[in-house]
C-alpha cells in the first residue's frame, strides 16, 4: 500500500512537472479555450463551437465541423481569431490540434492592418502566409510555424518585408483544405491553444549584431531610436564632412511624408526628431541624402 502511494505521488509530481514545463515554454498564450465562449473567433466554410460547460483549460477547446460531406481536393473552410497578436520572428506559432484522422492539411496566415481600417485589403495590407501542414493524426497534438521567410510567404501589393513582424498581427487565419487521398466524409477537428513557443536560439543577440553591423558598414552610419516607436523617434546619423544634407521620411509606398532636414550642416553627429502623430502605424523609411551619397533606412512605428 506505501509502495503505490509513493508511486502515485511520483506520477502526480511528474505530471505536473511536465505540464508547468510545456506551459512555461509558451511566450505569449492567446486563447486557452478556458472560457465558455469564443471571443474574437470567426469562421467560414465550415463550424466552430464550445466544447464543454467546464470552465477549465484541461477540458476546454472548440469542435471544427463541416455541416456536409467534404470532397477530396477541396477548400474546406477557415477560422479566425480577430485580436492583436505579437509573434516574434525565429519564433514558433503554436496550435493544439486535433487530427481529422484523413488526408487534410492545415495552413495559418498571420494578417497585419496596416491601413488601420479594422479589414484585410489585399492593396495595402500584408499577410504572412506559411507551408500547410498535415493533420492526418488521430488525436491531440501541438502543431507548430516557425516564423521565418522559410516557412512563411510574405503576400504584399508592395515591398514589404519581415520587419512587419515587429508590430502586432491584426488577426490569425487557420485553413483547412482536403487532399487527394481524402476520404469523402464530415471533417471533423478541433482547436485547444493558440500561443507562441519561443525559439531556444538566440535570434534576438544575433539579429542586434547583424543590424549593428549593418549600421557601422553605412556611411551615414543612422539609426533612430527607440524603434518601433509610438509616436516620436530621434533620427541620428553622422555627417564625414560638410554637405548640404536632406532627410525626408517615406510610407512603405514610396509617398513622402515629411522632409525633416534640407541645409548645410558641419561634420560631425547630427539629430533630427521624427513625430508621428496623426499617422498610422506600419513601415517607414527616411532617407538620408548628402552631395554624393544617399542611403535609406528603415523604422516602424507601432501605435
Known sequence: ???????????????????????????????DFSKKALPNWIWGGLEMKYSHNEDNKENGFAEIFSKSPVKPNSYIGKIEKVEEQLYTAGNFVNLMLKGAENDCKVKVSLIYDVDNNNTYNDDQDILLEAKPISIDFKGWKEVKFKLDEETFKIISAHKDDFAVTEEPAFALRVEFEAGPNYNESVFTSGIALVSE????????????NTTRKNIEDTYFKAKNFPNPFNPNTKITFFLPETS????????????????????????GEHTVDFNGSGLPSGIYFYRIKSY????????????
Not at 197 to 208: D, G, H, K, Q, R
Not at 257 to 267: C, Y
Open 244 to 267: 548640404n544634407v536632406t532627410l525626408t521620411v517615406y510610407d512603405r509606398i514610396g509617398r513622402e511624408v515629411q522632409v525633416l532636414l534640407d541645409q548645410s550642416l558641419s561634420p
Open 197 to 208: 513557443i519561443v525559439n531556444t536560439e538566440n535570434l534576438t543577440a544575433t539579429t542586434e
Open 292 to 303: 554624393d551619397r544617399t542611403e535609406v533606412f528603415k523604422m516602424m512605428m507601432a501605435k
Open 1 to 31: 500500500m506505501k509502495r503505490n502511494l509513493i508511486l502515485l505521488s511520483y506520477i502526480f509530481i511528474c505530471i505536473f512537472t511536465l505540464t508547468n514545463l510545456s506551459y512555461s515554454q509558451q511566450s505569449n498564450i492567446y486563447d
